[in-house]
């Protein structure tokens, strides 16, 4: 495996389910991310990891949490979801330090909730 | 005012011409300053980054810094159907110790054959 994975590629859930989203890279990189896409929007960043540590949240329903177990693994656990928060879930990495090269994204998730 | 802005599109251009893609943003501390193309259902794919005033090529890309007019723009040359996608721009938002892009929404680029 090359890059970042994300699983599942696509997740159907009800509201009241609770599921997770899996991200894994394989750059060694120091710093991982989540951000959701919704049509017509930006990117939102929702979640940022630096070692292992949480160093941002932004402002993110807390039927969102995230775990970050290691440098190479973040997880998106999410529970009593609402219609609205339906969109693409996109995990992305970089290293920290050289910050100037940007992010590596993963496929994403492409959530649902009905 | 949005942090990062550009013009959603549609832009369409024929086969062979220049796409000319722009994007203005806020902060004028902004370092690094980035050109991912995001085909559609897929995950965006960094294809240039500037962080000095000026010109950058590669390829047929070209990245153009103006940071007195806080403006960064993206040349397409001999455009080609397969460059039909959402081109966001994203800019480093100077968040401390992390880096923390913030995106445009993207524009959305049309190549006729």
């Known amino acids: 495996e090359t890059g970042v994975t994300q699983t599942p590629r696509h997740l159907v859930m009800g509201m009241t389910n609770k599921k997770s989203l899996k991200c894994e890279q394989h750059?060694?990189?120091?710093?991982m991310y989540w951000y959701k896409q919704s049509a017509k929007k930006p990117l939102e960043l929702m979640f940022v990891?630096?070692?292992?540590?949480?160093?941002e949240n932004n402002s993110v329903p807390s039927r969102f949490s995230p775990e970050c177990p290691n440098s190479s693994h973040l997880f998106l656990h999410l529970h009593t979801l609402q219609p609205e928060d339906s969109a693409l879930y996109l995990c992305?990495?970089?290293?920290?330090?050289?910050?100037?090269?940007?992010?590596?994204f993963g496929s994403g998730t492409r959530l649902t909730v009905v | 005012q949005k942090e990062v802005e550009q013009n959603s599109g549609p832009l369409s251009v024929p086969e062979g011409a220049i796409a000319s893609l722009n994007c203005t943003y806020s902060?004028?501390?902004?370092?690094?300053f980035f050109w991912y193309r995001q085909y559609s259902g897929k995950s965006p794919e960094l294809i240039m980054f500037?962080?000095?005033?000026g010109d950058k090529e590669d390829g047929r890309f070209t990245a153009q810094l103006n940071k007195a007019s806080q403006y960064v723009s993206l040349l397409i040359r001999d455009s080609q159907p397969s460059d039909s996608a959402t081109y966001l721009c994203?800019?480093?938002?100077?968040?401390?110790?992390?880096?923390?892009?913030?995106f445009g929404t993207g524009t959305l680029l049309a190549v006729q054959p």
């Open positions: 500037i962080y000095s005033n």
């Open positions: 902060d004028r501390g902004s370092q690094s």
């Open positions: 994203a800019v480093n938002g100077n968040g401390g110790a992390t880096n923390k892009l913030i």
């Open positions: 990891y630096s070692l292992e540590e949480r160093v």
């Open positions: 992305a990495s970089s290293q920290e330090i050289q910050g100037a090269y940007g992010y590596t």
């Open positions: 750059l060694g990189h120091n710093a």
